[in-house]
């Protein structure tokens, strides 16, 4: 599986846009993006997943490049429950996840 | 999505002890998977539960420390041995694509936070 580079946290205000950047440089054609997030003391959730297009759902878009090396989450409007690590993970085999360090966003009142 | 229950939640265990974690799925599933999570850390694949066969074991985890079974498709269980204070740590079953579906995403378990004293 491709590896994956995440800035370690990021702040974000209450109510606007969490943006939540990703580099997988070395993906390869068959392997998917993959984003999950785990709140404190919890099992890590399902976020969202794309090959190569965008892709939206009711908890956030995701942005993949056209080169297909980087990709960003989008949470449109970050509210403090948003808090929490985000990985992104780049597999082709799709349920067997290797985690990353992830990205602790905290967002801010 | 697939509803997970691990059992048990929490344990104190004392070292050169084994802990049984169990893992019950409400539907049938093809894969299942078992991490590790040692404080503030991220997450580490142990091993995946295969049904009918034996697991296969990531780098550095062996049968031996961490055996596992699969009896069906919506069961599994990981055994932590004779175990130390560096086995502290939240074990957490994941599982994935449902038997003669096309989900791809894993769905997580709340975990069994494990404290050997």
């Known amino acids: ?109 | 999505s697939a509803v997970i229950s691990q059992k048990p939640s929490r344990d104190i265990c004392q070292r050169g002890t084994s802990l049984t974690i169990q893992c019950q799925v409400d539907s049938q599933v093809t894969m299942m998977f078992w991490y590790r999570q040692q404080p503030g850390q991220s997450l580490t694949l142990i091993a995946t539960a295969n049904q009918g066969s034996e697991a296969t074991y990531e780098s550095g985890f062996v049968i031996d420390k961490f055996p596992i079974s699969r009896p069906n498709l919506t069961f599994s269980t990981l055994t932590v041995s004779n175990m130390s204070p560096e086995d502290s740590s939240i074990y957490l079953c994941s599982v994935g694509t449902p038997a003669g579906g096309s989900r791809t995403e894993a769905f997580f378990g709340q975990g069994t936070r494990l404290t050997v004293v």
């Open chain 1, 1 to 109: 599986d491709a590896k994956t580079t995440q800035p370690p946290s990021m702040d974000c205000a209450e109510g606007r846009a969490a943006n939540l950047p990703c580099n997988h440089s070395t993906i390869s054609g068959n392997e998917y993006v993959y984003w999950y997030r785990q709140i404190h003391s919890q099992g890590p959730q399902y976020i969202i997943h794309g090959l190569k297009n965008n892709e939206t759902n009711e908890m956030a878009s995701l942005i993949i490049t056209e080169d297909r090396k980087s990709s960003t989450l989008i949470l449109p409007h970050a509210t403090l429950r948003d808090t929490a690590v985000y990985y992104c993970i780049v597999t082709g085999a799709t349920n067997k996840l290797i985690f990353g360090t992830g990205t602790l966003l905290a967002v801010q009142p």
